[in-house]
């Protein structure tokens, strides 16, 4: 997973409230390590799952798997 991020801020000088530039930084996470984050902030619990469900023939079972997510 790929995101950017873009921090602004205010800060107080002399009385006066001034605008902060902005900045930005750019993150690249291992799905396995979203997954592991989403679960320290108490996100929710997910299940994810790859299958490589392009071109060839399946096995009967494979298919009800494919049929029984869709549904």
Known sequence: MKFRLE???TAMRDGNFERLGIGSV???V???DWATILEQIQYRCLLLIEL???GGSHS???VAVLDAVAT
């Open 60 to 62: 009967a079972n494979f």
């Open 30 to 32: 291992k799905q396995s």
């Open 7 to 9: 921090v602004t801020g």
């Open 26 to 28: 750019k993150c690249e």
């Open 52 to 54: 490589d469900a392009c």
